[in-house]
Every structure is written in structure tokens, then in C-alpha cells.
């Protein structure tokens, strides 16, 4: 047997996916990883849950490192590896 394995390397993130866990909401939504650089709290468009304050948003940091190793591709790319289902 052999596992199938989903890989993408870290040049192809363009988009987060939210999946929302306040209050039993659920709601799932997408962002772009440019968003997540805007001065402002990340809110559920469904239950219009705010994480953040003001300035900030808790994937702030998560886009600046992005950006940072991005900046390094000529160098290196860094490449995520899920395990998939096992093959027969
Ligand atoms: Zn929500």
C-alpha cells in the first residue's frame, strides 16, 4: 500500500480559510492573505464574532511572515505535506 500525498508549496498560499468556533457559529469563510495586512479585527460575517482590536488582527503575523519568505523564494521555497488516504 501506498499513501497519496497532497503537497503546496508555500508561494501558492493566496487565500485563508476561516472556520469560525465562537458561540457554536460554524460559519466558514475565505480571505485573502492581503487582507489579513489591513489595520483592523478579523470579523465572522456570520455571527459577527471581532478577533483583534483596532490595529491588529491575530493573522497579522502569520501574513508578515508569509511575506518575509516569500521574499526568499529565489533562495528556497518552503513546501506543506499532508498525508493523504492509503492507496491498495
Ligand atoms: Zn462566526
Known amino acids: 500500500m501506498s499513501k497519496t500525498l497532497f503537497s503546496f508549496l ?3 498560499l493566496k487565500t485563508v480559510r476561516i472556520l469560525c468556533r465562537e458561540k457554536k457559529c460554524g ?3 475565505e480571505l485573502p492573505i ?3 495586512f489591513l489595520k ?3 470579523e465572522c460575517p456570520f455571527c459577527e464574532a471581532k478577533w483583534g482590536d483596532g490595529q491588529n488582527n491575530p493573522l497579522k503575523d502569520l501574513a ?3 511575506e518575509k519568505l516569500g521574499g526568499m523564494s529565489q533562495l528556497f521555497d518552503v ?3 499532508l ?3 492509503e492507496r491498495k
Do not use: M
Open 79 to 81: 513546501e506543506f505535506v
Open 10 to 12: 508555500l508561494s501558492e
Open 27 to 29: 460559519g466558514i469563510f
Open 34 to 36: 492581503d487582507a489579513l
Open 64 to 66: 508578515h511572515i508569509l
Open 40 to 42: 483592523r479585527p478579523i
Open 83 to 85: 498525508p493523504g488516504e
